[in-house]
């Protein structure tokens, strides 16, 4: 076995679930609805569905760096907030041309991840964990919203971009892809939604064999049991951070795809709600595997966004109502409830072997 | 040379003096048991060997090496390994990818699933491989442990309790497993209440009391010791006071 089918194998593995001709089946019938689903809508429609899409990374990084590694960070929000800001400044400086969006995307999501490898450093080479994690990187993103809310005087501006205080930043260029015969610039409509949409497959697929590498190995026996991981030999505060940043640098490109969607950033968005939303999506859909993230984040953005329309006032309490009933009834995640109970009937009874041999 | 070593070591949790001025030197090969009454500080020596204590003053060395600065998983690179007494396994993984943890980086990755199956087999797990760890039975979780210990092939490796919770024979299986390794040329520090097992098992045995070095010497010499069955049946009559060993009982 050389070395790629041995990475490619990664694709499934003990820490993901679905596997064989079957799951892939699946996963490529609905990659081909996906694909399919401008053809049936039309362009303002699927431009809001991106909007959707923009959300994802920034759970599957909470799914890495919680669900797989079991450090509970409310700090995806601060990572978004500065990678969104960070386009903003970028762009609004030096414009959209010769495919320079691109270049501050991957500049404003290097940010976050720098800054989160600074902030994860003290954490976790602090040795600090549990719920103290918790506290302070709440403590950051709340900070930061604080700090951008007071920033409405003229005098806090970088270059050409004025930070706005509570007002946010807008007018900032979508994404551009330079083309041939005329750039393409990807507003909220059916090119978005591909270029998303392929970002989402790769990260997806990146993330799958990731977690079911020897690192991911050693991910999830962080979460199981720090002290014996640490002592097979491992530098558990290194894997510590790597996922921290890792997880971080996908919220900071929810961040910059949101910006660019909306062409506009609040410090709302780093708030007390935008922070516990993460949470919420991650925790229902099943926070310990990435497809019951990603299902679980879908079906309840959707959700929300159906309540948001029909009866906005009452969406958020229904979101928390939702984490409760998660946390008493299915702690493990709906989605992951779910997909154990129309498993079951398929799978061999050996005794409580939930996940199946490697 | 020894192969571990701690010289004049102390460690004290605010006014307890847990760990007194301990010396103790394994050489290369040695079965070494750590017996001694309920806190006597056997649990703290062993957490300041591995590095999870730091002590407030006295060295640690490692075949020669000062590594009383060293993290816990630099000194488990440096070629120690441990077994904990409640069992440090991952509960919700399966029992081989416990040990494909353990074993990801000391073998090649073709190999590997290989040495996974032959050290399985040695367990007596291959039929619970693809089980969850944490619906083992208690001595079965106690031998994946051991196993996961092992696989690091240790040059020192640390047993804390290692049969609690065994039967008479799992207990009798454990020490012929300990002994084959030693043959190998593993050395062994143990920390074990049973004594049919300090007996099956140890070269050497020291006893522990009150953070302190009471006594030394072969399990014969350490069971004719009068002083050693005073401190454990919780009495310090005339008699044990008046054979006290150096560096022994004040009470």
């Given at each position: ?26 996963f ?12 049936f809508?039309?362009?303002y ?30 700090g995806?929000?601060?990572?978004f907030?500065i ?5 903003g ?5 030096f ?24 902030l994860?450093?003290f ?14 990187t ?15 005087g003229?005098?806090w501006?970088i270059g ?6 509570f ?8 994404l ?7 750039d ?6 059916v ?8 970002m ?14 020897p ?8 979460r ?6 640490e002592?097979?030999g ?5 894997y ?20 660019s ?11 007390m ?11 229902v ?15 309840v953005?959707a959700?929300f ?15 928390g ?30 005794n ?7 | ?7 004049a070591?102390?460690k004290r949790?605010g ?18 048991c ?8 056997k ?7 591995l590095?999870e204590?730091t002590?407030?003053s006295?060295?640690?060395l ?17 070629g ?16 081989r990818?416990n ?7 000391h073998y ?13 087999a ?6 619970d ?17 051991i196993?996961?210990a ?12 290692p ?25 062994v520090?143990a ?7 300090v ?11 009150l ?23 919780g009495?310090?009559t005339a ?8 560096g022994?009982?004040h009470?």
């Amino acid at each position: 076995m050389n070395a790629l089918t041995r990475f490619l194998h990664r694709l499934e593995g003990p820490q993901t679930l679905g596997r064989g001709p079957a799951f892939w089946a699946g996963f490529l019938v609905v990659l081909a609805g996906a694909c399919a689903y401008p053809l049936f809508s039309d362009g303002y429609t699927v431009g809001n569905t991106v909007y959707f899409f923009t959300w994802i990374f920034m759970a599957l990084g909470l799914c890495l760096i919680w669900g797989y590694g079991g450090a509970l960070s409310f700090g995806q929000t601060a990572f978004f907030g500065i990678a969104g800001y960070g386009y903003g400044i970028l762009t609004i400086n030096f414009g959209a041309a010769y495919g320079f969006t691109f270049v501050a995307l991957i500049l404003a999501v290097a940010l976050a991840a720098l800054f989160a490898a600074l902030l994860g450093y003290f954490l976790f080479f602090g040795r600090i964990s549990g719920v103290f994690l918790g506290i302070v990187t709440l403590s950051v993103t709340l900070v930061l919203e604080r700090f951008m809310a007071q920033t409405a005087g003229p005098e806090w501006r970088i270059g050409n971009a004025r930070l706005n205080g509570f007002n946010g930043m807008s007018n900032m260029p979508p994404l551009t892809l330079p083309w041939p015969g005329g750039d393409i610039v990807l507003f909220p409509d059916v090119q978005l939604y591909y270029v998303v949409l392929g970002m989402l497959v790769v990260v997806y697929l990146g993330l799958r064999i990731l977690v079911n590498s020897p690192f991911g190995n050693v991910l999830v026996a962080i979460r199981e049991n720090p002290e014996r991981a640490e002592m097979l030999g491992y530098d558990i505060r290194k894997y510590q951070l790597g996922t921290f940043v890792i997880g971080a640098a996908l919220a900071g490109l929810s961040g910059v795809l949101y910006t660019s969607w909306g062409q506009y950033i609040t410090p709302s968005s780093m708030g007390m709600t935008a922070a516990a939303l993460p949470i919420v999506w991650v925790a229902v859909g099943g926070r310990s595997d990435l497809t019951t993230t990603l299902v679980g984040t879908v079906t309840v953005l959707a959700v929300f966004q159906a309540l948001t329309i029909h009866g906005s006032q009452y969406a958020l309490v229904v979101m928390g109502a939702m984490l409760v009933l998660t946390v008493l009834l299915a702690p493990s995640g709906l989605i992951l409830a779910l997909a154990r109970l129309v498993a079951r009937p398929f799978t061999r009874r050996e005794n409580n072997n939930l996940r199946g041999d490697a | 040379m020894p192969l571990i070593e701690t010289r004049a070591l102390n460690k004290r949790f605010g006014g307890l003096h847990v760990t007194n001025n301990v010396d103790l030197a394994l050489e290369t090969g040695e079965v070494h048991c750590l017996i001694g009454p309920n806190g006597a500080g056997k649990s703290t020596l062993f957490r300041l060997i591995l590095g999870e204590h730091t002590p407030s003053s006295g060295a640690i060395l490692f075949a020669g090496e000062d590594i009383t600065a060293l993290k816990s998983f630099q000194r488990i690179r440096r070629g120690m390994s441990v077994k904990f007494q409640v069992p440090g396994i991952f509960k919700a993984l399966s029992v081989r990818q416990n040990l494909e943890i353990a074993m990801q980086h000391h073998y090649e990755p073709a190999h590997l699933a290989e040495e996974i199956d032959r050290l399985l087999a040695f367990l007596k797990l291959t039929a619970d491989a693809g089980r969850l760890a944490g619906n083992l039975s208690h001595g079965q979780k106690q031998w994946l442990e051991i196993g996961m210990a092992i696989s690091l092939k240790p040059r020192l490796l640390l047993l804390d309790e290692p049969t609690a919770g065994m039967s008479p024979e799992e207990t009798h299986a454990t020490g012929e497993m300990i002994q084959r390794l030693n043959a190998e040329g593993m050395t062994v520090l143990a920390v074990e209440h049973d004594m049919a097992f300090v007996r099956q098992v140890a070269h050497k045995v020291t006893v522990l009391h009150l953070g302190k070095v009471f006594a030394q010497g072969s399990i014969d010499d350490i069971v004719a010791n009068e002083d050693v069955a005073a401190i454990y049946l919780g009495q310090t009559t005339a008699h044990a006071t008046a054979h006290q060993q150096p560096g022994g009982l004040h009470a």
